[in-house]
Every structure is written in structure tokens, then in C-alpha cells.
């Protein structure tokens, strides 16, 4: 039977927000939609803990997290760039993870090696009350989330676990979130026609870097200026995510999960689905380049992509070998079995 | 009345394609865009997952795993030339709006800018009715046309402060309705007390592109007291019988 728990924010770095798949249908009226950054990290972590995958989860940023459980055991699992993770201030095996956090015990996510964004995604369903359908947070617009705004200490989500048996400390076999950036892949248009030939090879050649101005709602990168050939101004039409446009300085600008729905500045290409999370993982400083692909590439590499995560998340228990019998005594693990 | 032209097919990336029918502000062509929108709503192909109508194009945000391009254009293609295209419009509305201070911020510069008395200014701007031709940047704004020639005026070169939740504006021989307090380019002259987002409401969105909007303007006092009953749910606008 499952009891009322809660997963409580001890503390949380700026821009920690909870994102479920994203608040669809509502683009025609000028709601984004929002939903998380690295779509493929999000869904692992909620495949692992047994929940559907765009289910809500925390999307952890550079400021890290610490959290831990109230009223009976959650199980959480961790997923997205190498981040960092303690448990009562032991320091876990680095990468995807999943484990039963007790009553009292904290969970910490800081920084690591590389990588932007990981999730934090609770067995269970997290209940806060959904705008138009949706748990996504939209802080520029104070939708969904806790009152539209970024998690912050003191923060007590309400958890309905399911009725799962607590799990062993396992490490989520997930090679496909390995993602170095390097070459992002796009789809011209749909203004590339707004482009000459040159400046079509200036953009895909670069290389570019991700600046300090990265954030949910938009990329902006240095590389070579662009010129357009008719203009900058276009009639505001639909943004997908990913969208790259180039505003009248010439400097490209990737438009993210938050971006508006609508806008008004030539879009030269549009990085493909499979890439989005591989890019927004890079951290200011990193280069790259884009590869031109057409759109049965594109498709062809989300395909690959839902055959990876329909094939079923593997969990790996850690096993005594890996760690020293004290490690594991203190954390109340021995042979993957959780002592009450 | 008007024959459904041949529209373009744009990629934006391998889950968006965009069905572009001019590159204009333009009734007919918005018009093209409204009937394809409803076409594909009222029989969605497999895959298809949301429209995003505006001026003159429709995006179609779709499931490439469900739907390839081809057979997506293919869908959209029959669909325009099964429709029959009319520039009639939808509801006209009278909304109310506020074009004294505090909340028409902008309007004695956009008067001196323009060479008009503020009288005239809302005059130009209440005179005929504006159509809707699409929501876009922010929940419930509304993007009008058919602003007269003599209220075209340039965007700033640099936004203005944060305008008020309800801000009326116009710039670009446009004007726009923005229900979000937030910075803009464009010229603020009034303010409306309707809420053009209202989740309590049964229809938390009630104006539909293609709707007209027939500015009426109102005092500070009248101002309040039908932002107060907005606040409460009610819809203050009030359809127009002709």
C-alpha cells in the first residue's frame, strides 16, 4: 500500500524547474510549450523509475540540488550530463543512477565532469496542479511547476508512489546519453532562402561556440557574423524548437524549450530532434559545427533514437566488488537488498 | 472570394513543415491560412499533432514516426484544394480600451510623431474594425491588421519599459494586444480590461483568428470597473450585431 510521501527541496540552484513532456496543443494561442531541454535524459530517468516517459521530473541545472524524503522512501533515479551525486554525503558511481532514498536521508546532485541539465525523476507521479494539461514550468510566464516559478528551498513536492519494492542502488546503463557535441545536425530552412550560397556554408562551417548567453529559452552562438540576402525582417511566423535564427546583427540564436512561439527573424535551419539535447548539454565554451542533413536523415536518427528507449532501460545493480563492504554497510546495502 | 493559390512547403526541421501562401499582411491569404488550419483540424491525419496558423502561413508541428513529409504534404495539398476559401470574418467584437493616462503611456509621442491630435489617434485606431490574423509570442496576444495607413508608424529602435498587462499597441501599421506585462518595441496608446487569457473560463481563449476587434474606448472609471469584472470571469467584450 502505498503511503503519502513527500520529496522536499533542501536546496537548489537558480533555474531548477520541473518539466514534464511539454505544454502541447496551445502554440496557436501563444503558449510555449516549454517541457525539458534534454528530452532523451528526461525520458530515461522516468523509464527507469517505472514511469511513463515525459511524466514530471526536476530538471537539475549547473546549480545542482539537494533533496530528500519525507514521510516513507522514494525512489528516484538520475539521469543527463555527468553530473556529480551523494547520498548522505558519500559520493555515488558518476553517471545514470537510481536508488531508494529513506526517510532523512539527502541526495545531493552538484556539477560534474560536463554536461548542463540532469533530471530528477520520483517512482510515482509528482502532483502539482497542471495548466492546460501540463506540470512544464514556463517561469517567463508563470505557468505550470509551483506557481510558474523555479524550485527553491523549502519547496515539499507532493509524491503518489507507486507500489514498487524499493530498489537496490543500480547505475542505469544509458551509453546513448554519452553525447559529446562536436557536430549538431540541421535541417535548412525555413527561411534559408533569405541566405546566399556563401553564407549558407559560412553558418554550416563555423565553427561556432556556445556563449555565456545559453539559457531555456534560447542559444546564442559565437562564430562568423551572417549576412542576409533580402532582409531581416520577416512576418512573425510559427518557431519549432531548435529553430536557428538570425536577427539583423548576424549573429545566429538556437531557439529552445522556452522559446515564444511565434517570431519575426529569418530561421536558416533547425537543429534536428535527436541533436537538441546533445547541444543543449554543451556548456558555454564548447565549439562546434553544424552538418546540413536532409529531413529522412533526421528522421531516420529519431527513429534510432526510439528504438534505443523502446528496447527497455537496463539497471545494473552495484555490486559488492564495486564498492568496500563499509561503503555499502553504510548505505544499509548488502547484496542489493534494502534493510528496514 | 478567392482560389486557393499554391502554397509553399518549408521545412523547420523533421518534425515541423510550414505551408506558406504569401508573404504578405493580407485578408485572403490569412483567410487561406484559417481554412487549411480548420481542415486539418476537423480530420487530423495520423501524426499530425498541433497548427499553428499566423499571417500567412500554417505551422504544422507533426510525428515523423507516424507521418512521413511526403505524405503529410500530400494531406495538406488535398486538403487546400478541397477547401473553399472565404475572406468573410469571424465575430466582430467591441473592446473596450482605455486610451487615457495612466494607461496610454505612448500616445502624446506617437501624436507628435505621427502629426495628429491624441483625438485623432484614437479616432484612426477606434474608426474601423481590426482583424485578428493570429496569436503569437505570449499567451493570449492577439496580432491586428488593418490599422490605418496614418497610424503607421515605425517599431523603436531600442523596447520601451514594460508595458502594462491589456497593453493596446501599434507599430508597423499593426497593433497588438498583449495580456502579459512585458518589455516591447512597439508604441503603447491604450489598455483593455478584457483578459484575453482566463483559465477559470469555460473557453480560457475566446477570440478566434479571423475574429475582428472594433476598439471602443472608455474611461478610467469604466476602465476599472470592467477589469473588476473580468476579474471575476466575465467577458466584457461584447459581440457586435452587425
Redesign the interface.
Known sequence: MSQDASLRIIAAGPGTTLQDGGR?????????AAGPMDALAHATANLAVGNISDATAIEVTLGGIEVTADGAPLTLAVAGGAFAVTLDGRALPPGALILTLEPGATFRIRAGESGAWCYLAVAGRIKVPP??GSNATHTR?N?GGIDGRALRAGDVLRVEPPDIAAVPLGVIAAPWLDRPPGIIR??????DDYFAQDQIAAFRDGPWTVSTKADRMAFFIDGPTLTHAKGYN??????????IQVPGNGRPIVLMADR????GYP?IA????PDLGRLAQARAGTSFRFEIVS?EQ??AA??AE?DVLARGIVIEPLVRTQFSSEFLLGLNLIDGVVAR | MSLPTTPRFLDAGETALVVEFGDVVDPVINAQVLALDTALRADPPKGVRECVPTYRSLMIHYDPLQIDRARLVDAARSAVADTIVSATVGTTWRFPCCYELPFAEDLDEVAGLLKLSRDEVVRLHTGTPLRVYMYGFSPGQLYLGGVPERLAISRRAEPRPPQPAGGVSIAGGLSVVVPFVMPTGWYVIGCTPERLYAPERDNPFFIQPGDQLRFEPVDVATYHALAERAGRGEVVARKSAA
Not at chain 1, 540541421?186 to 527561411?191: D, K, N, S, T
Open positions: 502541447h496543443f496551445y502554440l496557436r494561442y501563444g503558449i510555449t495548466v492546460l510566464t505557468f540541421v535541417v535548412l530552412g525555413p527561411q520577416i512576418l512573425s511566423d510559427g518557431i519549432a524548437m531548435g529553430a515564444q512561439s511565434t517570431g530561421k533547425t537543429v534536428i530532434g529531413v533526421a528522421v529519431r527513429r526510439a
